[in-house]
T-cell receptor, first 115, second 111 residues
Framework: GAGVSQSPRYKVAKRGQDVALRCDPI?????LFWYQQALGQGPEFLTY????????KSGLPSDRFFAERPEGSVSTLKIQRTQQEDSAVYLCASSLDDSISYEQYFGPGTRLTVT | QQPVQSPQAVILREGEDAVINCSSSKALYSVHWYRQKHGEAPVFLMI?????EQKGHEKISASFNEKKQQSSLYLTASQLSYSGTYFC????????????FGKGTLLTVNP
C-alpha cells in the first residue's frame, strides 16, 4: 500500500509568514509523530498523536508551533510567524500501534526554508 | 540525553564489515535503528527491546547491552545499497513512544 506522504515537499516562506505542513499517514496507523531534522542532525521529536489525541507536545520549540489530527488520520503542523531558525526538514512518521515495539514509517519530509 | 554514535563516518569497500555503536548516559528501554539516504525518508532497520526481544531485517544484526546502556549495529558483507546515514533512536524515558535520535553515522560503501 501507499506509504506516508507529506506535502508540500518544499516550502519557502518569508520571515513572519505562517505555514501549514500536511501529513497523510498509512491508513489504519494509530500513532503519528512529527520530527524536526536540522541539516546533518538526527530527527528531533516534536509531538505525538494517538488517533486524534495529542498525547505529547513537549518537543514543540515554542507556542508558534501547533499540530492537529482532528479525525485521527491526516495531520497538520502549523508554524506561525516563521523565523529563520525554523528552517529544517519536518518529518512525519506513523506507526501501526501505540507500542514502542512497532516500527515508525517515515514520510519524505517537507523542507522548510525561511528567508 | 541524546545518544552518542560512533564512528561519525566510515568508508568501506563492497564486501567489508562495519560496526556502528550507540551509547547512552541513561538507562534504555529500547533502541531503534534507521537508515536514511540523502534526501529520503529514514527507513526502519531494527528494534531492540529491554529483555532481549528483537525485530528487524534478516540481513541486519544488532546487539543491546542494557547494563552498558549501548547498542551496536553489525553490517556484514556490505553492499553498495548499504550506503547512507545510520541513526539510533533511544527510548530512555520509558514513555513507550518517544525516541531520541543520535547525530548519525555516515556509511559509504565503494565498489
Amino acid at each position: 500500500g501507499a506509504g506516508v506522504s507529506q506535502s508540500p515537499r518544499y516550502k519557502v516562506a518569508k520571515r513572519g509568514q505562517d505555514v501549514a505542513l500536511r501529513c497523510d499517514p498509512i491508513s489504519g496507523h494509530v500513532s503519528l509523530f512529527w520530527y524536526q531534522q536540522a541539516l546533518g542532525q538526527g530527527p528531533e521529536f516534536l509531538t505525538y498523536f494517538q488517533n486524534e489525541a495529542q498525547l505529547d507536545k513537549s518537543g514543540l520549540p515554542s507556542d508558534r508551533f501547533f499540530a492537529e489530527r482532528p479525525e485521527g488520520s491526516v495531520s497538520t503542523l502549523k508554524i506561525q510567524r516563521t523565523q529563520q531558525e525554523d528552517s529544517a526538514v519536518y518529518l512525519c512518521a506513523s506507526s501501526l500501534d501505540d507500542s514502542i515495539s512497532y516500527e515508525q514509517y517515515f514520510g519524505p519530509g517537507t523542507r522548510l526554508t525561511v528567508t | 540525553q541524546q545518544p552518542v554514535q560512533s564512528p561519525q563516518a566510515v568508508i568501506l569497500r563492497e564486501g567489508e564489515d562495519a560496526v556502528i555503536n550507540c551509547s547512552s548516559s541513561k538507562a534504555l528501554y529500547s533502541v531503534h535503528w534507521y537508515r536514511q539516504k540523502h534526501g529520503e525518508a529514514p527507513v526502519f532497520l531494527m528494534i531492540l527491546l529491554k529483555g532481549g526481544e528483537q525485530k528487524g531485517h534478516e540481513k541486519i544484526s544488532a546487539s543491546f547491552n542494557e547494563k552498558k546502556q549501548q547498542s551496536s549495529l553489525y553490517l556484514t558483507a556490505s553492499q553498495l545499497s548499504y550506503s547512507g546515514t545510520y541513526f539510533c533512536g533511544t527510548d530512555w524515558t520509558g514513555s513507550n513512544y518517544k525516541l531520541t535520535f543520535g547525530k548519525g553515522t555516515l556509511l559509504t560503501v565503494n565498489p
